[in-house]
């Protein structure tokens, strides 16, 4: 039953994250491309902690914290730049 579920939610992710590519790809304007590539960002943050329940191996959420952190910093750093520039 649990790998029945861990299918579905890799499933649902799976079609969340090319919603996600298809509004990068197609953005108006670029602060909605940099929120769609935030958006991948922490979709695939919830892919590593899936796997990581999946696999039962507990270092694998350590590395989707750390991919989180620098992911928020990358969008911080991205709209600065598009605020004020660099």
């Known amino acids: 039953m649990a790998d029945q579920i861990v299918y579905i939610a890799l499933l649902i992710i799976a079609l969340s994250i090319g919603i996600s590519m298809f509004r ?3 953005g108006p304007s670029i602060p909605d491309r ?3 590539f935030d958006t ?3 979709i695939s943050i ?3 902690v899936v796997l990581a329940h999946s696999f039962g191996r507990l270092i694998y959420v350590d590395v989707a914290l750390v991919y ?4 928020f910093i ?5 709209a ?3 605020d004020r520039g660099l």
Do not use: P, W
């Open 74 to 78: 990358g969008v911080l750093v991205a």
């Open 46 to 48: 919830s892919v590593i």
């Open 34 to 36: 940099v929120v769609a």
């Open 40 to 42: 991948a960002g922490i």
């Open 80 to 82: 600065r730049y598009l």
């Open 68 to 71: 989180g952190l620098l992911s």
């Open 24 to 26: 990068f790809v197609k």
